[in-house]
């Protein structure tokens, strides 16, 4: 059965990097990574999309290892109105989300 | 600016109503969702439309229906609500259909709950 795992909770503080982390096993050839960002009484918006390698915008950068069975979104030098919750999804025909990290920034 | 509108942000309705969620999308996207969100769960999909009149099962279709009769324009039915249908209901759209991969944009959701 394919899953996507996250942690459930992070916390950090501002101007910290925070790395997310998330597990997908059996991942197809075909899936792609995507990662979402929500805050409360929003919907989940789009931040950053890979299949391989390192990708980076100008809000995170996406690390996926060879193996593609991990991906991690990285935020740099985050700020208190980074909290919020952070979804992976792996999609191709089928979209499987994680269950979201909340992250907490403190000050 | 492009966007997904939810009728309501808001709604309460009682046992056994029939219930509609309107979503409008003004993107010209082929494909809209219906997603639930209840805490630690994440999301949940409910049906999708990969065009008018088009529709499918997602993973919880259970208690809902859906309707696609115009492109912008995907509703979706609670034929009699029950109390463990109060959630926060996400409605998504996606440009193509041919490309599995294409970002979603959301809504900005309709809590509902069911007394």
């Known amino acids: 059965l394919a899953k996507t795992t996250q942690p459930i909770s992070m916390d950090s503080y501002e101007g910290q990097e925070v790395n997310i982390t998330c597990s997908h096993n059996n991942i197809a050839t075909n899936d792609y990574i995507t990662w979402y960002q929500q805050f409360p009484s929003q919907g989940p918006r789009f931040i950053i999309q890979g299949y391989k390698t390192k990708v980076t915008n100008e809000v995170a950068s996406l690390f996926i290892p060879a193996d593609r069975k991990s991906s991690t979104l990285s935020l740099p030098r985050v700020s208190l109105s980074d909290t919020a919750v952070y979804y992976c999804l792996r999609s191709n025909y089928q979209l499987i989300w994680g269950a979201g990290t909340k992250l907490i920034i403190k000050p | 600016d492009v966007k997904v509108t939810q009728s309501s942000r808001y709604l309460v309705k009682r046992t056994g109503e029939k219930v509609f969620l309107e979503c409008v999308q003004d993107?010209?996207?082929?494909?809209m969702f219906w997603y639930r969100q209840d805490p630690g769960l994440g999301l949940r999909l409910i049906y999708f439309s990969y065009d008018v009149k088009m529709k499918e099962k997602g993973d919880i279709p259970e208690g809902y229906s859906v309707s696609r009769e115009k492109k912008e324009r995907f509703s979706l039915i609670l034929e009699s609500a029950s109390t463990n249908q109060t959630s926060m209901y996400l409605c998504a759209s996606s440009l193509l259909t041919s490309n599995p991969n294409e970002k979603l944009l959301f809504g900005s959701g309709t809590q509902l709950s069911v007394l």
């Open positions: 993107m010209d996207h082929e494909n």
